[in-house]
């Protein structure tokens, strides 16, 4: 498993709050009051998706809080969408703009600027931003006259998360399928005025946004889905490490349950194999340090499930469950023997179909064997000063270790070979007219070093190179056909011979 992550920082969307002077009463006396109007206008960015139910880009409610010179909330304006709003200014007086965009309901219960910089924006994470995605913006101004505008830039206080999935690692053998993709130990609330927050306690973590269907499906045809989550700078908690394997909670001590992970949970199936896998990954800048999601950036993942990681066992990255195995692989011959300057070829069997395998030895090399391999066909190769005798095993593995064969490979000295035939019954005794069947087997047996290294008998009765024939001492008493068929016609005891492959081999006729 692979997790590949490239980082677009810091993208900020400008909301423009024009300000345009009229005549309204003035907050504090003397001087010109000048009256602000405020109207919102924004820049598109990238797209949304479901679980965000409003468009990422879109406000569906504003409050903007403005302050003086000594830290007062001066005027406080919220818009649940009625939208320019208006608040209250004084000409040559310098203002500080606090905006904040799409919190569900009117804030309450701020009376100064530093209300404003310990407010703490809380998510129901559960909900996913139904209201839109949280923006705050800070901007100090002064008026200067009656007619004056003024600009806010808005920044999201949630990383984007745009997920990949490649199948490419998986396609030699079976396929992988998604059904679930969710964040989890995501922040659930963050102070919008102040950057580089995390979270210092785990109970303010929890499960996070999720990919609905229609996301999945995106997912599991190669597209991309994204995901929200309020910003986390938990930093480079692991520092010097370049193993991706190692960012795991063992390694982080207390702050495993602070820092955001993503995890998908899905099946794999191929002929005779499937199950499923659960893989996690912690998120940042890198895959092996940084534990970083910054507020307004885009973060860009491609996930890469491996067959060669799969069943990992009492890994946090990768857990298996529930799984199936009903293949099997055997050689087609269990010894086998190749000549000193010969070649000899092995074929794999696969049931219930083909899958990856990977060949290994012991001892081949040594002995002077070396095997090659084109499909599913495995040659042998003898050195011509290979070491007579000797022998080494070669193997067979599936592609993720769980099934294998073997076949021991041995150096030939020189074969011999021994035919013999041999007809049965060996006696057959019969009255005038009836008839027995005689039956010619072929045994031929193959030597190494004067040691029987193989058998094979053959019925060779009614084939077209036998041949059965009478004794003189038996052709008054009885017939035999070219298939070994005894017929008695008279009285007597004779001989039924049959010689094949340069053997031959006798039965004893009996008529009475």
């Known amino acids: 498993m692979e997790l590949l992550i490239t980082i677009i920082m810091k993208k900020k969307v400008p909301i423009i709050l024009l300000l345009l002077a009229t005549l309204l009463s003035c907050h504090k006396e003397g001087g010109e009051c000048g009256g602000v109007r405020v109207s919102f206008t924004l820049d598109s960015f990238s797209l949304s998706r479901s679980s965000c139910l409003t468009g990422e880009d879109e406000i569906t409610a504003v409050q903007l809080f403005v302050t003086d010179a000594d830290g007062d909330i001066v005027d406080d304006v919220f818009s649940g969408g009625g939208f320019p709003v208006s608040f209250k200014g004084r000409v040559g007086e310098t203002y500080r703009l606090y905006a904040f965009a799409n919190h569900p309901s009117e804030i309450t219960g701020l009376s100064s600027e530093a209300d404003i910089l310990g407010w703490e924006y809380s998510a129901n994470l559960s909900e996913h931003f139904p209201c839109g995605l949280p923006m705050a913006g800070v901007k100090e101004w002064t008026v200067t006259g009656r007619d004056a505008e003024v600009s806010i830039e808005l920044t999201r206080l949630v990383a984007k998360l745009l997920l990949t999935l490649d199948k490419s690692l998986m396609s030699l053998h079976g396929n992988f399928t998604a059904d679930s993709v969710r964040l989890r130990n995501c922040p659930s609330r963050i102070r919008p005025f102040a950057e580089g927050q995390k979270i210092s306690d785990a109970a303010d973590a929890g499960d996070g946004d999720v990919a609905g269907e229609e996301d999945l499906a995106v997912f599991n045809s190669g597209g991309s889905v994204c995901f929200y989550v309020l910003e986390n700078m938990q930093g480079d908690l692991l520092p010097g490490n370049g193993d991706p394997w190692a960012k795991t909670p063992e390694n982080l001590s207390s702050k495993a349950d602070l820092c955001t992970y993503l995890e998908v949970e899905g ?88 899958f990856g395998y990977v060949l290994s030895d012991s001892g081949l090399s040594d002995v002077g064997l070396s095997y090659s391999a084109i499909g599913n066909t495995v040659t042998l190769s003898c050195a011509e000063d290979a070491q007579i005798g000797k022998s080494g ?34 006696e057959v005794t019969l009255a005038v007219g009836e008839t027995a069947q005689l039956k010619a087997m072929y045994r031929v047996s193959y030597y190494e070093d004067g040691v029987p290294v193989n058998v094979i008998d053959f019925d060779v009765t009614s084939d077209k190179e036998v041949e059965w024939s009478v004794g003189k001492r038996g052709d008054q008493c009885f017939s035999i056909s070219p298939t070994g068929l005894v017929t008695a016609l008279s009285a007597g005891t004779g001989y039924a011979f049959c010689t094949y492959g340069g053997a031959g081999s006798s039965s004893t006729i009996k008529v009475k």
């Open 267 to 354: 099946s794999y199936s191929s002929p005779g194999y499937s199950g499923r896998d659960s893989y996690r990954m912690y998120l940042g800048s890198d895959n092996s340090s940084n534990f970083d999601l910054r507020r307004n950036s885009l973060y860009r993942l491609t996930f890469i499930p491996s067959e060669d990681n799969m069943r990992k066992e009492g890994n946090w990255k990768i857990t298996a469950s529930d799984w199936t195995d009903t293949r099997s692989m055997y050689f087609t011959s269990s010894l086998l023997n190749v000549m000193p300057g010969k070649e000899m070829s092995l074929e794999l069997k696969f049931s219930p179909a083909d």
């Open 393 to 426: 095993l070669l193997t067979a593995t599936s592609w993720d270790g769980r099934v294998e064969t073997s076949c021991t490979v041995r150096v030939g000295s020189g074969r011999t070979t021994l035919s013999e035939l041999s007809v049965t019954p060996a």
